[in-house]
C-alpha cells in the first residue's frame, strides 16, 4: 500500500512541476511571438535617412564587422575610453571616430558615448548599435520602414543571438527564454527596452534631453523609454531575427559577467521581474528531482515523458533538437549565476563590466 501511495504521490508531484513548467516557458514565448517581426523591403535602392552611432569600449576584435555591417559614411563609433585598438580598428573599417567626454561622477560611460555620437549628428533617425552586433544589407531600410509605417518615436530591436562555443549554444537560448519568463510587450514595452539596438527620431529624442537626464542609471535604455512614454512619445518593439545579429557574450568568464549584468538589471528593472524569473528557473530546477522521483518509483512510462519536458519546452529557443540536448546543463549551471547578479542588485552591491565597476 504504502509502495502504491509514493507512485501515485511521485506522479502529482512531477504533474505540477510539469504544469508550473509550462506554464512559465509557455508564456515565454507568446510573449516573445508577441513582438512585431521586421521584414525585408523589397527594395533597398534609396538610403533612409539615418546615422549611426556606435559606443565601444574595449572592443577591438568585434568593431570592424559591426562598422562594415552598415553603409558607408552611416556610422560614428564613440570611443569610450578603449585601452585597446578599438579606435583604430574603427578608422579602417570606414567609421568615423569620436573620443568620448569624460565621465562625470556616477555616470555611466555608454550613455555618454552615446549622447556625445547623437550630437554631432543631424539625421532624421539615429540608431545606437552595440560593437557586437551586425547587420544585413537591407537592415536599416526595414527597420526606418517598420518606424515610419508605425509611427514610433523610440524602437527597440530584439536581434538574433548567435552563439559560436559550446558555452554559448548551452547557456544563451535559455537565458533568452528565462527573460521572456518575466514580461511582455503586451504589459508595457518600456521595461523591454534594450540599449543594444535602439533606433530613435532624433527631433523626440532631443525633446526629452536625450540620455542626459538618465546618464547616471545602469537601466539607462529602460529608463529612456519611460522617460519618452512620460512625455507621450510612442515607444516600441521590434524583433530582426534574420537582419541583424548579436554575439552577447564570449568564453566562460565572458558569459559569467555578461549574465551577472543582465540578472542584475532585471532586478534594478522591476523587482517583480526578478522574481517572475528566479521563480521560473526554479521551476525547471525541480524537474532533476521530480525525474528521480519518478524513476525510484518505477514510474518508468511518465519519467519518459517528463524527461523531454524541458526540451520540448525549449526547443524553439535552441533551434534544433540536437543542441536542446544542452538545456538540462543549462538549468543548473545558470542558477548561480542568476542568484549572483540579483542578490547583488537587491543588496546594493556592484558589479564589474569591462573594467568598471557598476
Not at 509550462?22 to 507568446?30: C, K, N, P, T, Y
Not at 549554444?169 to 527564454?177: E, F, G, I, N, T
Not at 516600441?236 to 568564453?251: D, E, F, I, V
Request: hydrophobic share 50%; charged share 20%.
Amino acid at each position: 500500500m504504502l509502495d502504491g501511495l509514493g507512485a501515485g504521490v511521485s506522479r502529482w508531484v512531477a504533474l505540477a512541476v510539469a504544469a508550473l513548467m509550462s506554464g512559465f516557458f509557455i508564456r515565454a514565448r507568446l510573449n516573445f511571438l508577441a513582438i512585431p517581426k521586421l521584414l525585408a523591403p523589397a527594395s533597398d535602392d534609396k538610403l533612409p535617412d539615418c546615422m549611426v552611432v556606435i559606443p565601444a569600449r574595449n572592443e577591438e576584435s568585434a568593431i570592424a564587422r559591426a562598422v562594415m555591417s552598415f553603409p558607408h559614411d552611416t556610422v560614428i563609433v564613440v570611443d569610450d575610453h578603449s585601452e585597446d585598438g578599438t579606435a583604430e580598428a574603427a578608422r579602417k573599417a570606414g567609421a568615423g571616430v569620436l573620443p568620448a567626454p569624460e565621465l562625470s561622477r556616477g555616470a555611466i560611460g555608454k550613455s555618454a558615448a552615446c549622447l556625445a555620437g547623437a550630437r554631432v549628428l543631424t539625421s532624421r533617425w539615429v540608431l545606437f548599435a552595440d560593437a557586437d552586433t551586425w547587420y544585413e544589407p537591407r537592415f536599416l531600410n526595414a527597420l526606418i520602414s517598420f518606424a515610419e509605417a508605425s509611427g514610433v518615436d523610440f524602437l527597440s530591436l530584439y536581434l538574433q543571438p548567435e552563439c559560436e562555443t559550446w558555452p554559448e549554444r548551452m547557456l544563451v537560448p535559455y537565458a533568452v527564454a528565462l527573460y521572456f519568463c518575466g514580461t511582455g510587450p503586451r504589459r508595457n514595452p518600456a521595461v523591454l527596452f534594450n540599449g543594444q539596438c535602439l533606433l530613435v527620431r532624433r527631433e523626440a529624442y532631443e525633446f526629452v534631453g536625450g540620455h542626459s537626464p538618465v546618464m547616471n542609471n545602469l537601466v539607462d535604455d529602460v529608463k529612456l523609454a519611460a522617460l519618452a512614454q512620460r512625455h507621450r512619445l510612442k515607444v516600441a518593439l521590434a524583433r530582426a531575427p534574420h537582419l541583424g545579429h548579436a554575439r552577447m557574450q564570449t568564453g566562460l568568464r565572458g558569459i559569467w559577467r555578461g549574465f551577472e549584468r543582465n540578472a542584475f538589471r532585471f532586478v534594478v528593472v522591476s523587482p517583480w521581474i526578478g522574481a517572475l524569473i528566479i521563480a521560473a528557473a526554479l521551476s525547471m530546477a525541480l524537474w532533476l528531482p521530480a525525474l528521480a522521483w519518478l524513476v525510484k518509483e518505477r514510474q518508468y512510462v511518465a519519467a519518459a515523458g517528463f524527461a523531454l519536458l524541458p526540451m520540448a519546452l525549449l526547443c524553439r529557443w535552441y533551434g534544433n533538437w540536437a543542441r536542446v540536448l544542452l538545456a538540462p546543463f543549462a538549468i543548473y549551471c545558470m542558477l548561480p549565476v542568476l542568484w549572483h547578479g540579483m542578490t547583488a542588485a537587491l543588496l546594493g552591491r556592484r558589479i564589474e563590466w569591462k573594467g568598471r565597476t557598476i
